[in-house]
């Protein structure tokens, strides 16, 4: 399918088939890149955490297979004045273990989830309180209106308040083992049965599921295969019955093995380089006392070294489209005039080095993951080439994605490559909330922005955007939040990533456009 024609389904979604009825139950295997670093629903908002504990754990809402927020623990949920939501809950619904289901639950999640160690609190930034005002009703009071506010929290989970005070599990962590890392209570479509990191993880079918279920699973086991030639080699040995994803270069080898389909889509998420911005020196350079990066000049030099169409045709086999903004087509507030890149320009990145101070160039300490993104060592590597040849010196380390989090909170890199999706929200704000806003732990802003970029103008605008009603006026200010990412250049853009899974003939599933996998659309014929 062509690329630029896979865009008219961003906001809409795709689904692979037609749901059979009459389906046997059914044992199910699939793979992936890498593992979940934890079964802790508030621990990590990344995708691959959040997309699998979906199976698990229920939120408030979930998203569609259109991507339209739909009600799930939270039956209807309505605006109290201009001070906050409401939400108004299921009853009946239980946990796992058994337990029931309550606004207490839903206030506890809440708790931890703006508590430390929780890597999702910036989803709740512009709440002041959350107030139970009976079993099954629940208020959360704004600090300042908040229109977007239920499809921020589209992702967030639910967990049992008994359940982790037992346990000790009562806060999250990114880091600390605790027992909500490797134990599971939810009350969603699946309940997990064994956990071994990095190896093996299975599920078995909730009989007490508080929704009618349209799968037919009874068992699903999950392995993670970082190796792209090793996890097509299970799809087509029969070991896996879906991977996710595959090696553009195999599209045409698993279409044409006979039994085997590839589903192809785009992602919500923009890949793009980050940068460090606040540390006075390198890390690994060969200038001593200065840091390069802090000259928007360099940055620039950066961007323009970078060749984005040779990068799609040869590493991505023409699967992917430039970016120039953080968030794809079909996310709101997305523009096309503020969609365009710098151009490839390596005699422009030489004048603009030779003019901050660097005409020989420099080192810097370049990290990369080489399991979480399609082709990502690879998009490195060329990047590296690319920069070498404007006089930039990449010290290119590219390792797994469970070790790679970790040293890019150390603040351990002049240069790392990251991936960027909305989130729930499918909003501007979210990533100038995660990703453009200045670090500041306390309001929940700027957990993801490793580089510390920081600009007063966008830290103003920010919770005026959130809060804003007036969709002209909201968007004048998203405007301007661009134009002055793509002047500071604090990120550099560079593509809006395919979706590419593969499966069995006999499998039918549904893929979602913000790449979460969703068991309980699954039927095994």
């Known amino acids: 399918m062509n690329f630029r024609k896979m865009l008219l389904l961003l906001a809409i979604g795709t689904t692979s088939a037609t749901l059979a009825t009459g389906v046997a139950a059914e044992e199910f295997r699939w793979a992936g890149q890498g593992d979940p670093s934890s079964?802790?629903?508030?621990?990590?908002a990344v995708g691959t955490n959040l997309s699998f504990l979906g199976n698990i754990y229920d939120g408030l809402m979930r998203r569609g297979r259109d991507m339209?927020?739909?009600?799930?623990?939270?039956?209807?949920?309505?605006?109290?004045?201009?001070?906050?939501w409401r939400f108004?809950?299921?009853?009946?619904?239980?946990?796992?273990?058994?337990?029931?289901?309550t606004a207490d639950d839903v206030l506890f999640s809440f708790e931890r989830a703006t508590g430390e160690?929780?890597?999702?609190?910036?989803?709740?930034?512009?709440?002041?309180?959350?107030?139970?005002?009976?079993?099954?009703?629940?208020?959360?009071?704004?600090k300042q209106p908040n229109p977007l506010f239920?499809?921020?929290?589209?992702?967030?989970?639910?967990?049992?308040r008994d359940w982790a005070e037992a346990n000790g599990a009562t806060s999250a962590s990114k880091e600390e083992p605790n027992f909500s890392r490797f134990n599971t209570n939810g009350t969603g479509p699946f309940k997990l049965e064994s956990r071994q990191a990095d190896v093996r993880t299975v599920l078995v079918a909730n009989d007490g599921w508080w929704d009618t279920a349209e799968h037919n699973v009874t068992r699903a086991t999950y392995t993670p295969i970082g190796t792209d030639a090793t996890r097509i080699a299970a799809l087509l040995s029969g070991e896996v019955d879906f991977v996710n994803p595959i090696p553009l270069q195999d599209v045409a080898r698993v279409n044409g093995a006979g039994g085997f389909s590839v589903i192809e889509g785009v992602e919500t998420r923009v890949i793009m380089l980050g940068m460090e911005h606040q540390n006075d020196t390198l890390h690994d350079s060969n200038v001593t006392g200065?840091?390069?990066?802090?000259?928007?000049?360099?940055?620039?030099?950066?961007?323009h070294a970078i060749d984005i169409d040779s990068i799609i045709e040869n590493v991505m086999r023409g699967q992917a489209l430039p970016a120039g903004l953080l968030i794809s087509p079909g996310a709101n507030g997305f523009k096309d005039e503020f969609n365009t890149r710098l151009p490839y320009d390596p005699d422009r990145s030489r004048q603009l080095l030779a003019d901050a101070g660097y005409p020989d160039g420099f080192?810097?300490?370049?990290?990369?993951?080489?399991?979480?993104?399609?082709?990502?060592?690879?998009?490195?590597?060329?990047?590296?080439?690319?920069?070498?040849?404007?006089?930039?010196?990449?010290?290119?380390?590219?390792?797994?994605?469970?070790?790679y989090w970790p040293l890019l909170r150390e603040d351990d890199f002049d240069m790392y490559l990251l991936g960027w999706s909305p989130g729930g929200s499918l909003d501007a704000s979210h990533p100038m909330r995660f990703l453009m806003h200045t670090p500041d732990p306390e309001k929940r802003l700027g957990s993801w922005n490793f580089g510390k970029f920081s600009n007063a103008t966008i830290d103003s605008l920010v919770p005026q955007i959130v809060s804003e009603v007036d969709a002209g006026r909201r968007q004048d200010m998203i405007d301007q939040v661009h134009g002055i990412m793509r002047d500071e250049v604090a990120y550099?853009?560079?593509?809006?990533?395919?979706?590419v899974w593969a499966k069995s003939d006999n499998v039918e599933l549904t893929q979602r456009p913000d790449n979460f996998f969703n068991l309980y659309w699954v039927r095994v014929n």
């Not at 079964?39 to 990590?44: E, G, L, T, V």
């Not at 300490?365 to 010196?393: K, S, W």
Request: glycine share 6%.
């Open 39 to 44: 079964m802790d629903p508030h621990a990590a």
């Open 68 to 84: 339209s927020l739909q009600p799930s623990l939270a039956l209807s949920w309505a605006p109290v004045g201009s001070d906050g």
């Open 88 to 101: 108004n809950l299921r009853q009946g619904v239980t946990f796992h273990d058994g337990a029931s289901f």
């Open 117 to 142: 160690g929780s890597d999702v609190g910036t989803w709740f930034a512009s709440i002041d309180h959350a107030e139970v005002v009976d079993d099954f009703t629940i208020d959360f009071i704004t």
């Open 150 to 160: 239920p499809n921020e929290i589209a992702n967030w989970m639910i967990m049992d």
């Open 290 to 303: 200065v840091n390069p990066m802090k000259d928007v000049r360099v940055r620039q030099a950066v961007y």
């Open 363 to 403: 080192s810097l300490l370049f990290r990369c993951p080489n399991d979480r993104y399609i082709n990502d060592e690879a998009i490195c590597q060329a990047i590296t080439a690319m920069l070498a040849q404007v006089g930039i010196q990449a010290n290119l380390q590219t390792i797994t994605v469970s070790n």
């Open 492 to 499: 550099v853009p560079l593509h809006v990533q395919p979706l």
